[in-house]
């Protein structure tokens, strides 16, 4: 089972590969990265309840579908998820849904493991420590305040999340950094 630091080294590879070092590749693009690992990216209307569908049955490679009712933000930050839950399962083969509110049936102690780990890959791809801490220093006390799209905040635009996501996995990430609550 891999552990958080695992998932973040795993992040911070595919930020090395896909050479995001400044402010100006953020937010990062997870449509490219994608692409490039050989993903077929859509979205369209699925079910109610169901947010994406990763399948790697078709030709053995990856199709990625996502919700198009997704808001922007949403469906970049389920797309890392899906990314991740790919990237971190060991010969990941068939077909795997993700809902926003999963059935009583499938949470288990296993299940939430899982969707911890394709969070915190997610949080880490999409919010890079390094960018993330020079930009908290560079931006002290303007976080919260609104940007002139709406109630994003200047971190939340600058990585395309929404601020309380931003804010909240900021502050996992960077404790995660300094050693906190990271599992052996």
């Keep these: 089972m891999a552990t958080e630091r695992e998932e973040i080294a795993l992040a911070n590879s595919v930020i090395e590969e896909f050479g995001i070092r400044t402010k100006a590749d953020l937010p990062v693009d997870i449509d490219r990265i994608l692409l490039a690992k050989g993903f077929t990216v859509a979205a369209r209307e699925l079910p109610e309840g ?3 569908v990763l399948d790697t049955t078709v030709k053995g490679k990856p199709v990625l579908v996502t919700d198009s009712r997704l808001s922007e933000k949403d469906a970049r930050f389920t797309k890392a998820r899906e990314l991740g839950n790919y ?5 990941f083969c068939g077909i795997r849904t993700d809902r926003a509110v999963p059935p ?9 493991e899982d969707e911890n780990r394709a969070n915190r ?3 880490a791809l999409l919010m890079p420590q390094k960018l993330l ?4 220093k560079e931006n002290s ?11 994003d905040g200047i971190m939340g635009a600058l990585i395309g999340v929404g ?6 996995l900021g502050v996992v990430l960077l404790a995660s950094a300094l050693g906190g609550s990271n599992k052996k």
Excluded at 105 to 111: K, T
């Design 50 to 52: 169901l947010v994406a």
């Design 87 to 91: 990237l971190l399962a060991k010969n």
């Design 104 to 112: 009583a049936e499938l949470i288990s102690p296993a299940y939430d």
């Design 121 to 123: 890959f997610a949080a």
């Design 141 to 151: 006390g303007q976080t919260q305040q609104n940007t002139p799209g709406g109630d």
């Design 163 to 168: 601020a309380a996501f931003a804010v909240g």
């Design 133 to 136: 801490a020079q930009s908290i």
